[in-house]
């Protein structure tokens, strides 16, 4: 059942507030390249692309394959209305996170709050939120969700949508993304981190939570890196 906008409002306004600890990390410029991949340039000049620019060799077939099945008009319909989605998510999370009330919600985004707010509710001690990292070991950069303590434990935590629940085996390339970030953050400050959480709101009232490692998923982000590597440079 869902809660209305002034009651939400309300509750959500008595709730404890979220500690943060900010940590301040080196400005990098993102520049988006005419075939869609990204790269970050660090303040010495050294560019390196995107994870999630990498891990499109992962992903890219079964989009491929889904393209031709549904049509170019239709797929990129979808996948317009998907990435507003996922950006009205993320933005309603970093404002929560950040002790503020709830803008006016639609009855959608109300949903999708609702759906995820009790896994929110087990963060704490935010280090970052939307920062851009590198890494002068992966070769790699990105722009990290959150990087905070989730059920007490220090965490790189991913934020998702999706239409319907995801098996394991469809959300490795999200393990791998989230495993480049802890190295990035602890090249960064120092601080390991080796636990990796995946909170998705999905469309039909549920919330899948995945946990991993970061140390499961370096092979295979190395692997991927090093194919993009072999490509381009």
């Known amino acids: 059942m869902l809660v ?6 309300d509750y959500i306004s008595c709730m404890m507030k979220f500690t943060h600890l900010p940590t301040e990390f080196e400005q990098l410029k993102k520049v988006t390249q005419p075939s869609g991949a990204r790269h970050y340039t660090t303040s010495d000049g050294v560019s390196y692309p995107s994870v999630t620019t990498i891990l499109a060799q992962h992903t890219e077939p079964g989009i491929t394959k889904w393209v031709q099945r549904v049509g170019k008009v239709e797929a990129a319909k979808i996948s317009k209305r998907a990435a507003t989605k996922g950006t009205k998510f993320h933005e309603l999370v970093e404002g929560y996170l950040n002790n503020l009330d709830l803008p006016e919600l639609s009855i959608f985004e109300r949903e999708i709050f609702n759906i995820a707010k009790p896994h929110l509710d087990k963060i704490d001690n935010i280090r970052a939120q939307e ?15 959150i990087v905070a303590d989730y059920e ?3 965490s790189i935590i991913d934020l998702k949508t999706s239409k319907r629940e995801k098996p394991p085996e469809y959300v490795q390339h999200y ?23 995946l909170i998705i709101a999905v469309d039909d009232g549920m919330a899948q939570v995945m946990k991993s490692k970061r140390d499961l998923h370096i092979k295979d982000l190395l692997h991927y890196r090093d194919q993009y590597e072999a490509k381009n440079l």
């Not at 209305?4 to 409002?9: S, V």
């Not at 920062?131 to 969700?145: E, N």
């Not at 393990?175 to 959480?197: C, D, H, K, W």
């Open 152 to 154: 007490g434990r220090r």
């Open 175 to 197: 393990f791998m993304q989230a495993a480049a970030y802890a190295v990035m953050f602890e090249e960064r400050t120092g601080i390991p981190i080796s636990n990796l959480v």
């Open 4 to 9: 209305d906008k002034t009651t939400l409002t």
């Open 131 to 145: 920062a851009a990292l590198f890494s002068h070991h992966l070769r790699l950069a990105g722009t990290v969700d």
